[in-house]
């Protein structure tokens, strides 16, 4: 029985390696880690501060989607965030459920 934990568990997080993977490669390819780190501002924010920024923020989600959609300006400094309106909804809220996952 305990064999079976342990597999499930490994399994498990050889899951979650892989999402957050594909999640790092999703925001690779929409253009995101252009101006984006995980862990330095660059451009933008990094992306680990605004996870915290917006950490117990209920509404989140869908707030930053829109940004990420539409873009925004003021929030982080004088540099606005372009639009990226080819990310779909779906993608956009992929992108900002990794995001706020980070630590």
């Given at each position: 029985m305990k064999?079976?934990?342990?597999?499930?568990?490994?399994?498990?997080?050889?899951?979650?390696?892989?999402?957050?993977?594909?999640?790092?490669?999703?925001?690779?390819?929409?253009?995101?880690?252009?101006?984006?780190?995980?862990?330095?501002?660059?451009?933008?924010?990094?992306?680990?501060?605004?996870?915290?920024k917006?950490?117990?923020?209920?509404?989140?989600?869908?707030k930053?989607?829109?940004?990420?959609q539409?873009?925004?300006?003021?929030?982080?400094g004088?540099?606005?965030?372009?639009p990226?309106?080819?990310?779909?909804d779906?993608?956009?809220?992929?992108?900002?459920?990794?995001?706020?996952s980070?630590?």
């Amino acid at each position: 029985m305990k064999a079976v934990w342990m597999g499930i568990a490994a399994a498990s997080a050889l899951l979650m390696v892989g999402t957050a993977q594909a999640n790092a490669d999703l925001a690779k390819s929409s253009g995101c880690m252009n101006c984006h780190t995980a862990d330095k501002k660059l451009v933008g924010p990094a992306l680990k501060d605004i996870a915290a920024k917006y950490k117990g923020d209920a509404g989140a989600v869908d707030k930053l989607a829109v940004k990420v959609q539409k873009g925004s300006q003021g929030v982080w400094g004088p540099v606005p965030m372009p639009p990226n309106a080819k990310v779909s909804d779906a993608d956009a809220k992929k992108l900002v459920e990794w995001i706020l996952s980070l630590k």
